[in-house]
């Protein structure tokens, strides 16, 4: 399809923007998706996945047990952080 003037026409360039919208729409759908299936992990994650791994480090190097942290709002803070926080 060509207009008067012998270019190509308005809709041909459109289908290619409509393709675009299209793989930009299911892209947004596919991290809705994942973001639906795995949830906000959070700090608690972290903080669980931090205590199995030190006590795994601490048992595998002969190291005293270490108290578990159960405080949440000290949980957000990051551990080389903690001692500042504390001594306030």
């Not at 270019?7 to 675009?20: K, R």
Request: charged residues 15%.
């Amino acid at each position: 399809m060509t207009r008067e003037g012998g270019g190509p026409s308005y809709s041909s360039h459109m289908s290619g923007v409509a393709l675009s919208l299209l793989v930009m729409g299911l892209s947004l759908v596919a991290v809705i998706i994942a973001y639906e299936a795995f949830g906000h992990v959070g700090p608690k994650f972290s903080a669980d996945l931090l205590v199995k791994q030190q006590a795994a480090l601490r048992k595998q190097y002969g190291l005293p047990p270490k108290p578990v942290i159960t405080n949440d709002s000290l949980l957000l803070v990051p551990p080389s952080l903690r001692n500042i926080t504390q001594n306030k």
